[in-house]
């Protein structure tokens, strides 16, 4: 049996957008609030990431770019590149994959709960889609 | 690694709409990844009135490599090969940032045509004649620009004709006979 839901109305109650100064990655050149093209969710799952020299870029991007150039530069400034502290962390890399560990641990609390259904849908969420018993 | 799709078309479509800056691409084939480049001969240079055509491939790792460029016309200059149009060009190699773009590169080849870099050489010969002799260089640059670079007149007058619905051959052997004059080729053909 199949079901399909028509939605007649809805209320936003929250919206969030990143406070990156420009609209676009310029490295990807695809939307802050978007994803990088091997970003699979934007948001949490594709955070931006600031340098020193204020310049932001997706993380995905940036680090690709760290790794793939022999002189660590900012796309934008040439500034020898460096995370701006107190934001995503030092090691950011490392930052996203504890993330994902700990989603993955809250699946399998959640299996079998029929309440928690929304949340074993998103694979890559974080600890903001943690329900409230 | 796949070809980043999204900015590679994002990219064209910018340059497409900028008519300003001179500059156009186009894709070869089917593929985003082979593309050609146009450049316009900057003004005051041996290289004014060419039509520069630059061949573009893109790396799998685009933009996090630079793009390939190579001149396809043929160009005498100190930092692009006079036998293959290779080109000697730092933004291209090291200098190389993912936050430029096709369009960037293209008008930093404009901005070499303007600005010989004879100590840095992709073309010794070319090189050291225009270190030695700047006023045959210019003569042979503009030599060049003329033979190769410039699009041809008689091309286009022909090309108009075509465009009235005549074949190509009627076209030329009009021409021919009215000693390129395009009126009357034209009234020859209506006639």
């Known amino acids: 049996m199949a079901f399909s839901i028509r939605i007649c109305k809805w209320h936003g109650v929250a919206a969030w957008t990143w406070d990156a100064g420009d609209?676009?990655?310029?490295?990807?050149?695809?939307?802050?609030?978007?994803?990088?093209?091997?970003?699979?969710?934007?948001?949490?799952?594709?955070?931006?990431?600031?340098?020193?020299?204020?310049?932001?870029?997706?993380?995905?991007?940036?680090?690709?770019?760290?790794?793939?150039?022999?002189?660590?530069?900012?796309?934008?400034?040439?500034?020898?590149?460096?995370?701006?502290?107190?934001?995503?962390?030092?090691?950011?890399?490392?930052?996203?994959?504890?993330?994902?560990?700990?989603?993955?641990?809250?699946?399998?609390?959640?299996?079998?709960?029929q309440e928690d259904e929304y949340v074993t849908d998103e694979e890559g969420g974080d600890a903001m889609d943690t329900p409230v018993h | 690694m796949t070809l980043d799709a999204g900015r590679i078309n994002k990219e064209l479509k910018e340059i497409s709409k900028d008519v300003a800056s001179g500059v156009e691409v186009q894709l070869r084939g089917s593929g985003l990844n082979k593309l050609v480049g146009y450049v316009p001969g900057p003004k005051d240079t041996p290289y004014e009135g060419g039509r520069y055509e630059v061949d573009i491939n893109l790396d799998e790792q685009y933009p996090f490599v630079p793009p390939k460029m190579r001149f396809v016309t043929k160009v005498w200059h100190p930092n692009i090969s006079s036998a293959n149009g290779a080109i000697c060009l730092d933004v291209l190699k090291d200098q190389w940032s993912p936050a430029l773009t096709i369009k960037t590169a293209l008008l930093?080849?404009?901005?070499?045509?303007?600005?010989?870099?004879?100590?840095?050489?992709?073309?010794?010969?070319?090189?050291?004649?225009?270190?030695?002799?700047?006023?045959?260089?210019?003569?042979?640059a503009r030599h060049w620009t003329e033979a190769f670079a410039i699009p041809k007149n008689e091309d286009e007058v022909c090309m108009r004709i075509m465009e009235m619905g005549f074949s190509k051959e009627a076209a030329q052997k009009a021409l021919k006979e009215a000693n390129g004059d395009e009126n009357i080729a034209l009234e020859k053909l209506l006639g």
């Open chain 1, 23 to 113: 609209d676009v990655c310029g490295i990807c050149r695809s939307p802050f609030d978007g994803c990088p093209p091997d970003g699979k969710y934007p948001g949490d799952d594709s955070p931006v990431i600031w340098g020193v020299c204020e310049h932001a870029f997706h993380i995905q991007c940036i680090n690709k770019w760290l790794a793939s150039s022999s002189e660590q530069r900012c796309p934008m400034c040439r500034r020898a590149w460096e995370y701006k502290s107190g934001l995503e962390g030092d090691q950011p890399g490392q930052d996203e994959e504890d993330r994902r560990e700990g989603s993955d641990a809250m699946e399998e609390q959640g299996e079998g709960d």
């Open chain 2, 108 to 140: 930093s080849l404009q901005a070499l045509l303007s600005s010989p870099q004879p100590d840095d050489p992709q073309d010794a010969v070319v090189a050291k004649q225009y270190l030695d002799d700047r006023k045959l260089f210019e003569r042979t």
